[in-house]
């Protein structure tokens, strides 16, 4: 079987723009195996030449923001506006990762008879495997310190948004990395992601998708103790205490959950609002959402584009159908895998809108009586990656945040992703952390060595 290409299609009006490659077995292993090849050199490479080589592919990415920005708003649908921001992520998080390999430093660990020294080892090839709902981010928050950290990489993108990678990989030759240090390997998860878990080469696996995927490459994994990050599902409550600002609360509602059409792991797609002023709160909610602007996303005031597929639109459809539908936005009726903004009335914990990740724009609301009962809500789910809350109560803030079994969370805030501050999941979201200091130490395994005198 030779390598055979893929479609790309235009979620915004579902037509075919381009073709790429979908590599096979024998071209997946050809890369990983270069990636082998090129390892030592790369780990030799002096760390203050390293970390100009990555600020420089960190310039040579913000010389490209608005070429990049453009293939994300044809390719996956995303508001221009988000398309830039994440750009200049990838370049954000190179710039931060290019200060590690100068700063990446072992400890001096006092011992009898001699020195005794730890060393952070890069681990080798590094497999990362990324979703389509945040193709660049995602990416950078993998190859950013893996490669600061020494290693080597290879990359799948998702099939459906293969392009800005393919031109990530582009740029960093262009910026002088090394053949091999860098390589995209496009093609189907089940080939090509596969090969990263199976190759005995690889040595990590950086997984960010599904939890039901996520499982199986960490039981595929086990075979030969090789690293995992994974970065899965999340089902994350957005908690309004009577005592919030309800006004703000509710301005900023729909974006954190229809920010992207719905399609973030970290959307708070549970809206959990104290009974004494829920009425109130989705009084105040409604006009929010109506008014969020669905619409051509390469359109500058775009708040949200289309679904990522036919396929994926039916799914979320399947939520709506038969549930207590309190209101809705608009959405274009042209072709394109349009949906509206839609917030549903969750009359038990049982609703499968509640329980499950959508993965769309759609928001799951119930009402609460107390603290206690908020956490509860909160944390009866098998997900924990991130949430919110909103009081003026510091004390209850504090109490929430420390009750709430999640890996991020704001309070009177929607912000989960900071490059320098880490990022993941408890519970069946995940496993390690991405971004900050964390995240580099993750691609280093440490050498302890003594020295006898
Ligand atoms: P998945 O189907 O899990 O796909 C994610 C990636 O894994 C794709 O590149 C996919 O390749 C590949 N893949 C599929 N099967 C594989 C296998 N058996 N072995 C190795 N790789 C495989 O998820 P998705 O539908 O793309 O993304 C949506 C899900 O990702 C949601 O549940 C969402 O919550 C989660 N997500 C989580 C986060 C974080 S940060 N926690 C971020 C984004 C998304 P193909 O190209 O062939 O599909």
Same mark, same amino acid.
């Given at each position: 079987?030779? %390598? &055979?290409?893929?479609?790309?299609?235009?979620?915004?009006?579902?037509?075919?723009?381009?073709?790429?490659?979908?590599?096979?077995?024998?071209?997946?292993?050809?890369?990983?195996?270069?990636?082998?090849?090129?390892?030592?050199?790369?780990?030799?490479? $002096?760390?203050?030449?390293?970390?100009?080589?990555?600020? +420089?592919?960190?310039? @040579?990415?913000?010389?490209?923001?608005?070429?990049?920005?453009?293939?994300?708003?044809? %390719?996956?649908?995303?508001?221009?506006?988000?398309?830039?921001?994440?750009? *200049? %992520?990838?370049?954000?998080?190179?710039?931060?990762?290019? *200060?590690?390999?100068?700063?990446?430093?072992?400890?001096?660990?006092?011992?009898?008879?001699?020195?005794? @020294?730890?060393?952070?080892?890069?681990?080798?090839?590094? *497999?990362?495997?990324?979703?389509?709902?945040?193709?660049?981010?995602?990416?950078?928050?993998?190859?950013?310190?893996?490669?600061?950290?020494?290693?080597?990489?290879?990359?799948?993108?998702?099939?459906?948004?293969?392009?800005?990678?393919?031109?990530?990989?582009?740029?960093?030759?262009?910026?002088?990395?090394?053949?091999?240090?860098?390589?995209?390997?496009?093609?189907?998860?089940?080939?090509?992601?596969?090969?990263? @878990?199976? /190759?005995?080469?690889?040595?990590?696996?950086?997984?960010?998708?599904?939890?039901?995927?996520?499982?199986?490459?960490?039981?595929?994994?086990?075979?030969?103790?090789?690293?995992?990050?994974?970065?899965?599902?999340?089902?994350?409550?957005?908690?309004?205490?009577?005592?919030?600002?309800?006004?703000?609360?509710?301005?900023?509602?729909?974006?954190?959950?229809?920010?992207?059409?719905?399609?973030?792991?970290?959307?708070?797609? +549970?809206?959990?609002?104290?009974?004494?002023?829920?009425?109130?709160?989705?009084?105040?909610?409604?006009?929010?959402?109506?008014?969020?602007?669905?619409?051509?996303?390469?359109?500058?005031?775009?708040?949200?584009?289309?679904?990522?597929? $036919?396929? /994926?639109?039916?799914?979320?459809?399947?939520?709506?159908?038969?549930?207590?539908?309190?209101?809705?936005?608009? $959405?274009?009726?042209?072709?394109?895998?349009?949906?509206?903004?839609?917030?549903?009335?969750?009359?038990?914990?049982?609703?499968? /809108?509640?329980?499950?990740?959508?993965?769309?724009?759609?928001?799951?609301?119930?009402?609460?009586?107390?603290?206690?009962?908020?956490?509860?809500?909160?944390?009866?789910?098998?997900?924990?990656?991130?949430?919110?809350?909103?009081?003026?109560?510091?004390?209850?803030?504090?109490?929430?945040?420390?009750?709430?079994?999640?890996?991020?969370?704001?309070?009177?805030?929607?912000?989960?992703?900071?490059?320098?501050?880490?990022?993941? *999941?408890?519970?069946?979201?995940?496993?390690?952390?991405?971004?900050?200091?964390?995240?580099?130490?993750?691609?280093?395994?440490?050498?302890?060595?003594? &020295?006898? &005198?």
């Amino acid at each position: 079987m030779g %390598n &055979m290409t893929t479609e790309v299609i235009n979620p915004s009006t579902g037509a075919v723009f381009t073709t790429v490659p979908s590599l096979d077995l024998a071209a997946t292993d050809a890369a990983i195996e270069r990636a082998a090849q090129a390892f030592p050199a790369w780990r030799a490479v $002096a760390p203050g030449d390293r970390a100009r080589l990555l600020r +420089r592919f960190a310039a @040579v990415v913000d010389a490209h923001i608005d070429e990049l920005a453009g293939l994300e708003v044809r %390719n996956a649908g995303h508001t221009i506006g988000n398309a830039r921001w994440e750009a *200049g %992520n990838v370049r954000d998080v190179l710039d931060y990762y290019a *200060g590690a390999p100068e700063r990446l430093s072992g400890r001096q660990i006092p011992v009898p008879g001699g020195l005794d @020294v730890t060393f952070h080892e890069p681990l080798g090839v590094v *497999g990362i495997i990324v979703p389509w709902n945040f193709p660049m981010p995602i990416a950078g928050w993998g190859f950013g310190p893996a490669l600061a950290a020494g290693n080597t990489v290879v990359l799948k993108p998702a099939e459906l948004t293969p392009l800005t990678a393919i031109r990530l990989g582009e740029l960093a030759l262009e910026a002088g990395l090394p053949e091999g240090v860098f390589t995209i390997v496009p093609g189907k998860g089940s080939i090509v992601g596969q090969r990263f @878990v199976t /190759h005995p080469a690889v040595r990590k696996v950086c997984f960010t998708g599904s939890t039901e995927v996520g499982k199986s490459i960490m039981a595929g994994a086990a075979d030969q103790v090789k690293r995992v990050t994974l970065e899965l599902g999340g089902k994350s409550s957005n908690i309004v205490f009577a005592d919030a600002d309800l006004e703000k609360a509710a301005a900023s509602a729909p974006g954190s959950v229809f920010d992207n059409a719905g399609q973030d792991c970290c959307a708070r797609s +549970r809206l959990l609002v104290q009974e004494s002023v829920y009425d109130k709160f989705l009084a105040l909610l409604e006009p929010a959402v109506k008014a969020f602007r669905v619409t051509d996303p390469a359109r500058t005031d775009a708040e949200m584009g289309p679904l990522i597929s $036919a396929s /994926h639109r039916k799914t979320v459809e399947t939520y709506v159908e038969g549930s207590d539908v309190a209101f809705r936005g608009d $959405a274009p009726k042209t072709d394109g895998w349009w949906f509206p903004p839609t917030v549903l009335l969750a009359h038990s914990t049982d609703d499968p /809108h509640w329980r499950e990740e959508v993965f769309g724009p759609v928001l799951s609301v119930l009402p609460f009586t107390d603290e206690e009962d908020a956490v509860r809500l909160a944390n009866d789910t098998e997900y924990g990656l991130s949430g919110s809350l909103w009081t003026r109560d510091l004390g209850r803030a504090l109490r929430v945040s420390r009750a709430v079994e999640t890996g991020a969370l704001s309070v009177n805030s929607h912000s989960s992703v900071r490059y320098w501050t880490p990022f993941g *999941g408890m519970k069946q979201s995940g496993l390690g952390r991405e971004l900050g200091p964390d995240a580099l130490l993750s691609f280093t395994d440490v050498k302890n060595v003594f &020295m006898a &005198m």
